[in-house]
């Protein structure tokens, strides 16, 4: 691959083959919904325009889930045969990926090697864990008396709904839809209307591989009509679902309004990263700073606030800066690229509103502007930037999605977890110090779903992914994410 240049892949993405249909019953089939007009981020140009499905298409999407459940052509297979499909799934992802990641930097501006080397890499890692894992999920037999049986299943739950977003398309969509497979289910997926092509592509790959039609349905379409229509569905028993707290608590309303579904919400975070005052300076700030910048800041668990001793506060924000001016923006397509496109034009000006809010109530910035950053023409770009705050600043309190680090000061420990823990959110958090004590007590403050100690964003499938706090509680990764695809049967048989 990296024998290519940027130029290579804009002459393969102009070529490329881009489903525009919504994806039913193992066909492509046109929507009737008011199409979605995608415009890529990397140059401001046009893609080629797609159906989106109207309430009666998710309809139509809901019942062929249904069939294909009920026909037990999927949710009946052995469960070792399911993983073996899961796993020849992983391969056809494998094979195709770098159609996949260019697709992908096409459509949201992720730099095309971190699309191929961690995005791809991990969807096709997920599907072979869960495909592995597939028949190793055991139920439960209960001592009871000498004239009974009792017997604790673990059964599919049904018609399972997948709502993600455009940050980690792939990876978010591999989290749900791989374990809510692997068990049986069902699956509709709504992509995020920025990242549809890729979902599109992958589920071809799936119908290719062997999975059934019917098993997995993709409706494109905007989130207040196709995503509703999946939440006030009466014949869907499960969403899954990532996003903001907003539309996260409409899917708890759908759910009330209609047959009650479980849903599984996984809503965004504002990690704080809390450096002691034992810890290595430098190594903290900057792997705060990369882990606020990667993916242009476009990441719930983004590092966007870096809490410092006081005492630290300014050599920090120098740090900081520097980082910030060694991470700027440039072509997604370059292979050289580590920062690259905001998904879109009205994400960028949400960023720019942030920042300007910002210096007009006193922060001080310390790297970066409010102004757009020109990295290829009519793209959408922005350089990072490192602010000096207050713990109540707008900044420092609400998920920005975008590479804008907040660096707070704190006068001791319960002062650093006062802030740590003064948001509504709870996804995650990380703690620098070689005080193994520090470490302990410190971490189990920390009102978070996921912490990281002397490192940030490390972990692999064998973990739950999740928060606490207004950052929902839905958990994806790991063998307890397949949990929420299964209901438990309690079987008693008397014997004689």
């Known amino acids: 691959m990296f024998t290519a240049t940027g130029d290579d892949w804009a002459e393969r993405a102009a070529t490329l083959r881009l489903r525009t249909q919504m994806f039913v019953d193992g066909a492509w089939i046109e929507g009737s919904a008011e199409p979605l007009s995608p415009i890529s981020p990397r140059d401001g140009r046009k893609l080629p325009v797609i159906s989106a499905a109207s309430a009666a298409d998710v309809d139509r999407a809901v019942r062929s889930a249904r069939r294909a459940f009920e026909s037990g052509t999927w949710s009946r297979l052995a469960p070792r045969e399911r993983g073996q499909l899961l796993i020849a799934f992983a391969q056809k992802i494998h094979d195709n990926a770098e159609e996949l990641a260019l697709t992908i930097s096409l459509e949201m501006g992720k730099p095309l090697r971190e699309a191929l080397q961690t995005e791809l890499r991990a969807v096709v890692n997920c599907f072979r864990w869960y495909g592995e894992a597939a028949d190793k999920i055991l139920d439960e037999l209960p001592v009871t008396a000498p004239n009974s049986l009792a017997l604790v299943t673990r059964e599919p739950a049904g018609v399972v709904a997948a709502v993600v977003p455009w940050n980690f398309p792939l990876t978010m969509t591999a989290w749900k839809l791989a374990p809510a497979l692997a068990v049986g289910n069902s699956v509709i997926l709504k992509p995020a209307e920025h990242t549809t092509f890729s979902a599109l592509r992958l589920a071809e790959l799936a119908h290719e591989a062997g999975i059934p039609a019917g098993v997995l349905n993709v409706t494109p379409g905007a989130g ?93 924000l120098e740090i900081a800066a520097d980082v910030a001016r060694e991470t700027l923006p440039a072509d997604p397509f370059s292979i050289t690229t580590s920062m690259g496109a905001i998904v879109s034009e009205k994400q960028l000006a949400s960023i720019a509103g942030f920042v300007q809010r910002a210096e007009a109530t006193g922060a001080e910035l310390a790297a970066g502007s409010t102004e757009r950053f020109t990295a290829v023409d009519g793209g959408s770009y922005f350089a990072p930037v490192v602010v000096g705050v207050t713990p109540d600043h707008e900044v420092a309190q609400r998920e920005i999605f975008g590479p804008v680090l907040s660096v707070i000061a704190y006068d001791d420990v319960e002062d650093a977890l006062a802030i740590a823990n ?71 048989i008397e014997l004689t």
Request: hydrophobic content about 40%.
């Open 224 to 316: 207040d009509i196709a995503g509703r229509a999946l939440g006030e569905h009466r014949d869907v028993d499960i969403v899954t679902f990532t996003g903001s707290p907003e539309v996260g608590r409409r899917f708890l309303g759908y759910s009330a309004a209609s047959n009650g579904k479980r849903v599984w919400p996984e809503l965004g975070g504002k990690t704080a990263s809390l450096v002691l005052p034992d810890a290595d300076l430098e190594r903290a700030v900057r792997a705060t700073a990369d882990g606020c910048f990667y993916n242009q800041g476009q990441m719930c668990t983004a590092s966007s606030r870096l809490l410092v001793p006081r005492a630290q506060r300014d050599r920090a």
């Open 422 to 492: 003064g948001t509504e959110y709870g996804l995650a958090a990380a703690l620098w110090s070689t005080d193994l004590n520090a470490v302990h007590s410190v971490s189990r403050r920390l009102r978070a779903g996921v912490v990281w100690v002397n490192c940030f964003e490390e972990g692999d499938m064998t973990i739950p992914f999740g928060g606490v706090k207004g950052s929902g509680f839905g958990r994806d990764k790991s063998l307890h994410a397949i949990d929420k695809f299964t209901d438990m049967k309690t079987t008693w």
